[in-house]
């Protein structure tokens, strides 16, 4: 069902930038980009959302491609609590009822 | 302003008992969502509903499993005669709105549920 694809895991130094990327070649014009996260098995948390534009909160940065092709999820200075796993899921304008949430990627934030 | 609620955090069933998790949208959320995960996988989409009425069951297994959202009260997932492989955690989340909406969705702490 899920329509990403993203490495299984990834390591970090604290401090430093984590770039988080996600494939999604098979995107179509009406479907979102989302991130959530999940820390030590808890609910998911959401982080980000972009359709076309790069986007900027309080979290991170979501960068899209000029094709909507892949995107990439920039957390400015990681810590060791964004230890966890990100989802990068694409979500349907027409059919927002749910979420496909693939495998992820772990991120280890190390000191 | 409390998050998504459910209860209870860790339940313990025997094979064949029933299963009772229930999820408490945040204020003003109309909408719910129940979603399973197996150890080691990604969250997998049960049911959505509204306010007494289910939107799309697509990801409920056919029998066993039964979601309700009544006017008043929580939202309540039943399993009936459990077996081992129902042993997972059991996530709700709620939004706003639903349908063409972008509103993200809020998820619970989750239910964890092992069957012995």
């Known amino acids: 069902d899920a329509k990403t694809t993203q490495p299984p895991s990834m390591d970090c130094a604290e401090g430093r930038a984590a770039n988080l990327p996600c494939n999604h070649s098979?995107?179509?014009?009406?479907?979102?980009v989302y991130w959530y996260r999940q820390i030590h098995s808890q609910g998911p948390q959401y982080i980000i959302h972009?359709?076309?534009n790069n986007e900027t909160n309080e979290m991170a940065s979501l960068i899209i491609t000029e094709d909507r092709k892949s995107s990439t999820l920039i957390l400015p200075h990681a810590t060791l609590r964004d230890t966890a796993v990100y989802y990068c899921i694409v979500r349907d304008l027409y059919n927002f009822n749910k979420f496909y949430f693939g495998s992820g990627t772990k991120l280890n934030v190390k000191p | 302003n409390a998050g998504v609620m459910q209860n209870p955090r860790h339940l313990v069933r025997r094979r064949g008992q029933e299963a009772r998790l229930r999820c408490s949208p945040m204020k003003g959320h109309s909408h719910v969502y129940w979603y399973r995960q197996l150890p080691e996988e990604g969250l997998k989409f049960m049911v959505y509903l509204q306010k007494e009425n289910i939107i799309d069951e697509s990801g409920m297994p056919k029998e066993r499993f039964s979601a309700e959202f009544p006017k008043e009260g929580p939202s309540i997932l039943r399993i009936q005669q459990v077996v081992r492989g129902d042993s997972a955690a059991y996530f709700c989340?709620?939004?706003?709105?639903?349908?063409?909406?972008?509103?993200?969705?809020?998820f619970g702490p989750g239910t964890r549920l092992t069957v012995l």
């Open positions: 989340a709620s939004s706003p709105t639903g349908g063409n909406s972008y509103n993200e969705q809020f």
């Open positions: 098979t995107i179509s014009g009406n479907e979102y």
């Open positions: 972009g359709l076309k």
